[in-house]
């Protein structure tokens, strides 16, 4: 493909000078509007910013398919790893047990936390690139009776697979278990409703699919659950329940909110609404991977996973094996461009990662696809040759 073959049409949104579109999992390109939030000054304790955080709190749950007081949503300062662990040690008693069904780094970042909790587990490990079959985990909650949580990545970064939450929550539910969701890239740009998805526990990030910018996360999680579980967290910082009958009691965080997070994330609930919701953004990034796949296969690159794995959040492509490609020339290329990317995280092979997700739509991804071709050739790498 040449460059010229690539259309040329106005972008979605057009970085500051010298700012390049970030193609990863997030933190993600924002637009102006979310970026012009932040230029105001917050109290942590005013009452203007308690009904921000009410807001998004309600919201969120909404956004959830969550129609009644059956579920509360408690936002966490940190990261979306603090998040995730402060949801593991609320969901699990001390003496719970729990199957983790892992395909990628963040699976087996949750045993990592597991151990760090003292919590007991076991897992199902499909290595890179395949899904968890719900057959596999019908028979693993039948050899395990013990098992009182199943944790499922809804949306594996570190490949790009979107695993298959609707058929394993079936599973789940029908044994009685106990679901706990990291949706942190998936939320708010592919479905998931509780009616539709039975779950106790869905935890997500702020720098995600609602296009906010990094400072906390949140955790969606049934009201029952977080009542029982008083003294159950190993953290003073990371106790969601202390959190949550904080917030409930006084409007406010326990410690120093993130305030401006907060107030940007706020405006970038508005933009998702506007642009149609959950619906409305997963068409926009359905239209990304299509237009990246396709250009990216025409240049002569290879997807990891097969067309009916692929998300609409982010790809991984292999990396070519012409002996002048070398990733970090290519990042900088990219970057040189207005570009970055994401390293791979594949065990298996080499390879790298391109983002849907973000202030960015399909024309920005033909300007990419451009990029791309043009860097190739100035590393002097022709995808038509033999590689070797």
């Known amino acids: 493909?040449?460059?010229?073959?690539?259309?040329?049409?106005?972008?979605?949104?057009?970085?500051?000078?010298?700012?390049?579109?970030?193609?990863?999992?997030?933190?993600?390109?924002?637009?102006?509007?979310?970026?012009?939030?932040?230029?105001?000054?917050?109290?942590?304790?005013?009452?203007?910013?308690?009904?921000?955080?009410?807001?998004?709190?309600?919201?969120?749950?909404?956004?959830?398919?969550?129609?009644?007081?059956?579920?509360?949503?408690?936002?966490?300062?940190?990261?979306?790893?603090?998040?995730?662990?402060?949801?593991?040690?609320?969901?699990?008693?001390?003496?719970?047990?729990?199957?983790?069904?892992?395909?990628?780094?963040?699976?087996?970042?949750?045993?990592?936390?597991?151990?760090?909790?003292?919590?007991?587990?076991?897992?199902?490990?499909?290595?890179?690139?395949?899904?968890?079959?719900?057959?596999?985990?019908?028979?693993?909650?039948?050899?395990?009776?013990?098992?009182?949580?199943?944790f499922l990545v809804h949306c594996e970064t570190s490949s790009g697979i979107l695993n298959p939450l609707r058929q394993i929550a079936?599973?789940?539910?029908?044994?009685?278990?106990?679901?706990?969701?990291?949706?942190?890239?998936?939320?708010?740009?592919?479905?998931?409703?509780?009616?539709?998805?039975?779950?106790?526990?869905?935890?997500?990030?702020?720098?995600?699919?609602?296009?906010?910018?990094?400072?906390?996360?949140?955790?969606?999680?049934?009201?029952?659950?977080?009542?029982?579980?008083?003294?159950?967290?190993?953290?003073?910082?990371?106790?969601?329940y202390e959190q949550w009958v904080y917030m409930e009691r006084t409007g406010q965080w326990r410690f120093t909110p993130p305030t401006h997070s907060v107030v940007a994330f706020h405006k970038a609930l508005e933009q998702h609404t506007a642009e149609g919701g959950v619906h409305g953004r997963l068409a926009r990034y359905t239209r990304n991977r299509d237009v990246l796949v396709t250009g990216m296969r025409e240049l002569g690159f290879r997807t990891l996973l097969e067309d009916r794995w692929l998300s609409p959040i982010i790809t991984t492509f292999f990396s070519p094996e012409h002996p002048n490609f070398e990733f970090k020339r290519f990042y900088d290329e990219l970057k040189a461009r207005q570009f970055i990317i994401y390293p791979g995280k594949l065990t298996v092979a080499e390879s790298f990662r391109i983002g849907c997700i973000g202030q960015i739509d399909e024309y920005i991804v033909h300007q990419l696809l451009r990029a791309i071709a043009d860097s190739l050739v100035a590393m002097n790498v022709d995808m038509q040759q033999p590689t070797g």
């Open 1 to 150: 493909m040449t460059k010229a073959e690539f259309p040329t049409t106005q972008a979605l949104a057009t970085p500051a000078l010298g700012e390049p579109y970030l193609l990863t999992p997030g933190p993600l390109t924002t637009s102006k509007a979310t970026k012009e939030a932040m230029l105001r000054d917050w109290g942590s304790w005013d009452v203007s910013f308690n009904q921000v955080t009410a807001e998004v709190r309600q919201n969120l749950l909404s956004m959830a398919g969550i129609k009644d007081d059956s579920f509360v949503c408690v936002p966490l300062q940190g990261s979306g790893s603090y998040s995730v662990e402060a949801a593991l040690a609320t969901a699990i008693p001390r003496d719970g047990k729990a199957l983790v069904l892992m395909n990628g780094a963040y699976g087996q970042r949750a045993t990592k936390t597991l151990e760090y909790l003292g919590r007991a587990f076991i897992t199902l490990d499909k290595g890179d690139y395949l899904p968890p079959q719900p057959e596999e985990v019908d028979a693993l909650l039948r050899d395990n009776p013990d098992v009182t949580n199943v």
């Open 170 to 240: 079936d599973v789940v539910n029908a044994h009685g278990k106990s679901l706990i969701i990291d949706a942190m890239s998936s939320f708010g740009a592919v479905p998931l409703a509780v009616d539709e998805i039975p779950f106790d526990v869905v935890v997500s990030s702020a720098n995600k699919c609602i296009e906010g910018i990094p400072g906390f996360g949140f955790v969606i999680i049934r009201r029952s659950v977080i009542e029982a579980a008083k003294g159950r967290a190993n953290s003073l910082s990371l106790d969601l």
